[in-house]
């Protein structure tokens, strides 16, 4: 299993909030950017998918959350965690 939580603070939060995805969040994150793997997508770490991964482990989590446009707006602070020993996959992503 992965171990993967992303903190995040709001322009309107004094505290960031921390959130685990599980593995349903991960497979929209996939549907939602039409991704090949989510897996091999977080080894490239693009800011929107870590983005979007926040903003909805929070609305999973039952927390109210803005809409999606208005919540990447008001992210003043973003930290993505993995406590994993075994890469995401098998090859280092490239560097340039």
């Keep these: 299993m992965l171990d993967i939580s992303i903190s995040t603070r709001l322009d309107n939060e004094t505290e960031p909030v921390t959130t685990r995805p599980t593995m349903g969040t991960l497979l929209k994150l996939e549907r939602f ?6 897996i091999e997508s977080l080894q490239r ?3 929107e998918h870590l983005a979007w991964l926040a903003w909805e482990s ?6 109210t959350v803005p809409t999606w446009e208005r ?11 993995t406590d994993n020993d075994v890469p995401l996959a098998d ?4 560097i340039s």
């Design 91 to 94: 090859e280092a992503p490239p």
């Design 45 to 47: 770490t693009k800011l």
């Design 33 to 38: 950017f039409k991704l090949d793997s989510a």
């Design 58 to 63: 929070r609305r999973h989590a039952g927390m």
């Design 71 to 81: 919540f990447f707006d008001t992210v003043v602070d973003l930290e993505f965690e």
